[in-house]
Each structure stands twice: as C-alpha cells, then as structure tokens.
C-alpha cells in the first residue's frame, strides 16, 4: 500500500537556475523513490476512485507552490528514476509559471525556424499564447500520473528542446549588447536540452519496465 507523502524542507523556485547536490545520495535515492511511487500510486488511486478534485491538487502543485515541498528530497534523485523524472517536470512547471511571458517568446523564437520541432509534435497551436503553454505544462504533468506516462514524458521531451532552441536563438540575438544576459540564456538552453534527453530516456525505460 502506498504510504503518505512526505513534505519535506522548503526552497525557492529560483532553484531551477541554481540546482543543489546531495549529501547522503544512497538515502535520499531510496527515499526518493519510496516517496515518488508512492505518490504515483496515491494519484492513481483517486482516478479510479473518481476523486478528481485530489487529483487536480497534485497537477496544480507546482504553480500553487513553486517547488517548495518537494525540492529537498527529489532534487537529488537520479535523473532516470521516478522521482527525479516527477521533480523534473515540476521544476519546468514552476519555470513555466513564474515566467510564463518570457517562456512563450522563447517558444515562439523557436517554432519560427525550420530547425525546431514541429509544434504539433509538442501540441500547441501556432503562434503559442501563454495560456497555451500553461496548459500544456498542466496536459503533461496530468497525463504522467493518470494517463500514457511516456508519451507525456515525450511531449515534455519535446517541449525542452523546443525551449533549449529558443534560449540559444534569444542569445544570439543577446550577445552584442549583453553578454552576461546571453551566457545565462545558453546555459539555461543547455539545461533544458539536457531535461529534454533525460525526458525521453525515461519515457524508453518506462515502456521497458526500467525505470527505477
């Protein structure tokens, strides 16, 4: 049976630009997958209960609380195992909401050139609006815990990549009239590129029983 979710040390939702390392990293892996399926199963649990509302509350976490409950404990989970995929997306929601105008020009930078993804592949409409990309952060975060889990890491997978486009594209743009504003935009394009990876490794793992 699943046991209760825990709530452990707060911190900001800054700390998707500044992401901690662990101390104790086997405790807090076994921790953090305990804790990880055991919300997994909790949310599926109220699905075929019918208890939407519950539901609802875990999908909306991210932008009614940054990542404040959770940041402690799944920041330091290995990026192929559940609980580091699920701290993951909540970080990209808590990203999406506390920059939800400049997440959408970096989107629309990159749906603009014939080197991105596909918007359909990622399931926005284009030109996106802001109230697009807050959907879809909710669509995927909802569709990992209640429906196709990998192909919702697979639209998250896209969706990074499309935003690792945008940042490099914005600091090009950047670059002869802010350097240090460029440099902070490629890193946070690599970091979603590399979310993007970490994405659709799980998203295989998963379809293969491999994911921790």
Avoid at 11 to 21: E, I, Q, R, Y
Avoid at 199 to 205: G, K, L, S, V
Wanted: hydrophobic share 45%; aromatic share 8%; proline share 3%.
């Amino acid at each position: 049976m699943p046991r209760e979710f825990d709530r452990p040390v707060k911190l900001a939702a800054t700390v998707f630009d500044n992401m901690p390392g662990g101390t104790d990293p086997a405790l807090q892996q076994e921790l953090a997958e305990r804790t990880a399926w055991a919300l997994l199963g909790r949310v599926r649990d109220a699905e075929r209960a019918g208890d939407r509302e519950g539901i609802e509350r875990v999908i909306a976490h991210a932008a009614d609380n940054g990542v404040d409950d959770i940041a402690e404990l799944w920041s330091h989970a290995h990026s192929r195992s559940l609980a580091g995929v699920l701290w993951r997306l909540y970080l990209v929601r808590a990203a999406i909401g506390s920059k939800l105008g400049f997440v959408t020009t970096l989107y629309r930078l990159a749906v603009d050139t014939e080197l991105s993804v596909n918007p359909a592949v990622v399931g926005i409409s284009d030109p996106a609006t802001p109230e697009e990309i807050e959907h879809l952060a909710d669509e995927i975060l909802r569709g990992v815990f209640v429906g196709d889990f990998a192909a919702a890491l697979e639209r998250a997978a896209a969706y990074c990549r499309v935003i690792a486009l945008g940042s490099a594209l914005h600091a090009e743009e950047r670059a002869e009239f802010n350097a240090d504003e460029a440099r902070d935009l490629t890193a946070r394009g690599l970091r979603y590129s590399i979310f993007g990876d970490d994405f659709q490794a799980a998203a295989t793992a998963w379809r293969q029983g491999q994911l921790d």
